[in-house]
């Protein structure tokens, strides 16, 4: 609920292990909400939902360690370098240096960039950081909120590979986009959310 009034309504829909979902709709309709209720970050109004079996009413808390979000916001601390901010999201899942090294140079933000704070970064930077940061948690499910917006061409042919990879090792994904070419290609399932419900849902084009 936002200023008295429901966000989501009628917003019935399952997402199986493995799965590549995109969510489509104009702007207002409630696909941020929806990835924000699914990472345990909005209270569940009405109604009943679960992800990993745990209760969105009641169980929040123990849903978010298994979740990556990356929203519009970045999520990065500028007065930390690369490194520093992909160490400190990895550590809240346990992650091993090795394993932020890795996420480092798979993302390309290794070498110089590494070491670079990053309020310094341009945009297409900060982007591939924070992917970085999901990386290194290892998330169950990650959800994305237009991922690649701010990347290059390189980077976004990346950052594809990355997802794939991601559901091939056990995890899902939902994204919210508009470049609908681009994240339909990777979508098993689009899911149209408009008005705050779940409109339809058909394979991709």
């Not at 930390?80 to 550590?91: D, Q």
């Not at 919210?176 to 098993?188: D, K």
Request: hydrophobic share 45%; proline share 3%; with cysteine.
């Amino acid at each position: 609920m936002i200023g008295g009034f429901p966000v989501l309504a009628g917003a019935t829909m399952s997402v199986a292990v493995g799965e590549i979902v995109l969510l489509q709709g104009p702007n207002g309709a409630g696909k941020t909400s929806l990835l924000r209720l699914c990472a345990g970050l909005l209270p569940i109004a009405r109604g009943t939902g679960s992800v990993f079996g745990f209760d969105l009413a009641t169980q929040r808390d123990s849903i978010r360690p298994r979740v990556g979000m990356l929203g519009h916001r970045n999520g990065l601390y500028g007065d930390l370098t690369v490194a520093e901010n992909v160490a400190f999201w990895g550590s809240t899942a346990g992650a091993t240096s090795a394993e932020v090294e890795a996420a480092v140079t798979r993302l390309g933000v290794d070498g110089r960039l590494r070491d670079v704070m990053v309020v310094k970064l341009s945009a297409g930077q900060k982007r591939r950081t924070a992917l970085a940061c999901l990386v290194a948690r290892r998330a169950e499910l990650w959800l994305l909120d237009e991922p690649h917006a701010g990347l290059d061409a390189a980077g976004r042919d990346e950052l594809d590979t990355v997802l794939r990879q991601a559901v091939d090792s056990g995890a899902t994904v939902l994204v919210a986009s508009h470049e609908l070419e681009r994240a339909g290609s990777l979508a098993h399932r689009v899911v149209e959310v408009v008005a705050g419900q779940v409109h339809e849902v058909e394979p991709p084009s």
